[in-house]
Nanobody, 121 residues
Framework: QVQLVESGGGSVQPGGSLRLSCAVS????????LAWYRQMRAGQRQRELI?????????SYGDSVKGRFAMSRDSAKRMVYLQMNNLKPEDTAVYYC?????????????WGQGTQVTVSA
């Protein structure tokens, strides 16, 4: 059974740092892309993709976080991380961990429950 559980959110002042963690079960890291998304307002339809790590280990970032955030994974511990530095008020959002991979019949797509990050003075 696939399960993703985020942790590490909280409140921080502008310029501060947080590290989000995502405990992953039931996912093969060698075939699954892993990603962090955020949703800035409750009810907002589209989540913003901010970081992605491919099965190969290569990473990519959204322009809004490039140079400030770093995504990593630990396959042995079944963990995914998002190190967030130099946080800004506009980074305030609910952050979601995602795992997705191709199937013969479509795409498998799984989400965690989200963790709130609030950046304010």
């Amino acid at each position: 059974q696939v399960q993703l559980v985020e942790s590490g959110g909280g409140s921080v002042q502008p310029g501060g740092s947080l590290r989000l963690s995502c405990a992953v079960s039931g996912v093969d890291f060698s075939v699954s892309g892993l990603a962090w998304y955020r949703q800035m307002r409750a009810g907002q339809r589209q989540r913003e993709l901010i970081a992605h790590i491919a099965p190969s280990g290569s990473t990519s970032y959204g322009d809004s976080v490039k140079g400030r955030f770093a995504m990593s994974r630990d396959s042995a511990k079944r963990m995914v991380y998002l190190q967030m530095n130099n946080l800004k008020p506009e980074d305030t959002a609910v952050y979601y961990c995602n795992a997705a991979w191709n199937l013969d019949t479509g795409v498998a797509d799984y989400w965690g429950q989200g963790t709130q990050v609030t950046v304010s003075a």
